[in-house]
């Protein structure tokens, strides 16, 4: 069974940094993508960005420049690196694993962790 634990969220002033890990444990195929997506009250969850095992990135508008994400294969870590955030920042953000073995598809969330970004 895939399991998926983040940490590293918490409350911060606007201008700060926080660094969020996600690390999953199981039988995970090597064809995967791992990413993060966030939640604010009130709203729809959203991508914030997404890394596959190859390395290659994808991110929302809203944080290019500012967020960083990267990912360690043999621990099967996905981080987020979050500098100068802003109050529009404050979300639950989710870990989410999507792994690919020929036809079949398997999708996988984390708990999520809370930012809260000061203004």
């Known amino acids: 069974q895939v399991q998926l634990v983040e940490s590293g969220g918490g409350l911060v002033q606007a201008g700060g940094s926080l660094r969020l890990s996600c690390a999953a444990s199981g039988s995970i195929f090597s064809d995967n993508v791992m990413g993060w997506y966030r939640q604010a009250p009130g709203k729809q969850r959203e991508l914030v960005a997404t890394?596959?095992?190859?390395?290659?990135?994808n991110y929302a508008d809203s944080v290019k420049g500012r967020f960083t994400i990267s990912r360690d294969n043999p621990k099967i870590t996905v981080y987020l690196q979050m500098n100068s955030l802003k109050s529009e920042d404050t979300a639950v953000y989710y870990c989410r694993l999507e792994t690919y073995w020929g036809y079949t598809r398997d999708d996988y969330w984390g708990q999520g962790t809370q930012v809260t970004v000061s203004s």
């Open positions: 890394i596959t095992a190859g390395g290659s990135t």
